[in-house]
């Protein structure tokens, strides 16, 4: 800690004591949990989500990359993991959830018939069920509140 001398009012000197921050202020951290969070306010995360293909897949890699374009034209901020084959989901979802991303698109072959897809969220890690047509809206949504 710091020690200032400050004047108040030009008479009476008083001394202030400082510290510098040393990092981010975090909503909350937790202690003895299995799984490590970085717990960044949504808004102040460096990026809102991720897109992660489930399965391996030429096509399901090919919507990843689209999808990737609409959500960065739409303001999002995308982590860009490289888009290929999601080896191993469970590592995937525990870099983002360290790297402090929001939310996590989980997208399966079964998207590329019916539309939807997975959005996991990285606090609750609760995942629900979002039409691909209404992704970008939905999420745009929730940090605009």
Request: proline share 3%.
């Amino acid at each position: 800690m710091n020690a200032v001398t400050a004047s108040l009012n030009g008479t009476r000197k008083e001394e202030i004591h400082m510290e510098q921050p040393k990092g981010l202020l975090l909503d909350s951290a937790a202690h003895g949990l299995e799984r490590n969070v970085l717990k960044v306010n949504q808004k102040l995360a460096p990026y809102q989500c991720l897109l992660v293909p489930y399965e391996d897949d030429d096509a399901i890699i090919e919507l990843c990359s689209h999808l990737q374009h609409v959500l960065q034209r739409s303001g999002l901020r995308v982590y860009n993991l490289e888009i290929s084959t999601a080896k191993n989901i469970t590592s995937i979802l525990s870099k983002a959830d360290l790297l402090g991303i929001p939310f996590t698109i989980i997208v399966k072959k079964v998207a590329l018939k019916t539309g939807l897809l997975r959005l996991r969220n990285r606090d609750t890690t609760l995942s629900e069920t979002v039409h691909i047509s209404d992704l970008s809206p939905y999420i745009n949504s929730i940090f605009k509140e």
